[in-house]
T-cell receptor, first 107, second 110 residues
Framework: KNEVEQSPQNLTAQEGEFITINCSYSVGISALHWLQQHPGGGIVSLFMLSSGKKKHGRLIATINIQEKHSSLHITASHPRDSAVYICAVDNNNDMRFGAGTRLTVKP | NAGVTQTPKFQVLKTGQSMTLQCAQDMNHEYMSWYRQDPGMGLRLIHYSVGAGITDQGEVPNGYNVSRSTTEDFPLRLLSAAPSQTSVYFC?????????FGPGTRLTVT
């Protein structure tokens, strides 16, 4: 079993829909990261969380340390949100990654 | 600021050849790391460094060497390339909550 599991693997949505991507992990962590990888391959850091909730624009990330679970939400999704979203857990500099969720938002 | 730069962008090697993937940053970040990304497997940590002179192994270190003589540079060496090392390699730095990734190097070993 992978240490970091993401669901769903693939997600197709219509523009404007509310999106949720889930991440569960089985190891102790010092922080959790959400990353975005665009079709060209570039990787951008979206959030780092160690507790609670963070919001940036239309993106919201939450983490429940007791349940070892995090969610990434996108409100009012747009075609430019189409990308692979990657969850990563940081165990004192030892990073482990989920396989990613491929999101396609159709106009 | 150039951020994180990686060279080369593409490389083809024959089995047994050696090469160095270069990574440089101009942000004065202490933490630097190397990852490989393979289809269906996601990113995997190869080696990381928390500062000049300090390196440590990640999840998949075999077949790779690193050194960190300066804050700016963190090269990744393949001493004897194998087809299993065909992958896309990313270098990254981090400072606090922010991570910065390089554009990647696509390596093919034949």
């Amino acid at each position: 079993k992978n240490e970091v599991e993401q669901s769903p693997q693939n997600l197709t949505a219509q523009e404007g829909e509310f999106i949720t991507i889930n991440c569960s992990y089985s190891v102790g962590i010092s922080a959790l990261h959400w990353l975005q990888q665009h079709p060209g391959g570039g990787i951008v850091s979206l959030f780092m969380l160690s507790s609670g909730k963070k919001k940036h624009g239309r993106l919201i990330a939450t983490i429940n340390i007791q349940e070892k679970h995090s969610s990434l939400h996108i409100t009012a999704s747009h075609p430019r949100d189409s990308a692979v979203y990657i969850c990563a857990v940081d165990n004192n500099n030892d990073m482990r990654f989920g396989a990613g969720t491929r999101l396609t938002v159709k106009p | 600021n150039a951020g994180v730069t990686q060279t080369p962008k593409f490389q083809v090697l024959k089995t047994g050849q050696s090469m160095t993937l270069q990574c440089a940053q101009d942000m004065n970040h202490e933490y630097m790391s190397w990852y490989r990304q393979d289809p269906g497997m996601g990113l995997r940590l190869i080696h990381y460094s928390v500062g000049a002179g300090i390196t440590d192994q990640g999840e998949v270190p075999n077949g790779y060497n690193v050194s960190r003589s300066t804050t700016e540079d963190f090269p990744l060496r393949l001493l004897s390339a194998a087809p299993s090392q065909t992958s896309v390699y990313f270098c990254a730095t981090s400072w606090g909550a922010e991570q910065y990734f390089g554009p990647g190097t696509r390596l093919t070993v034949t």
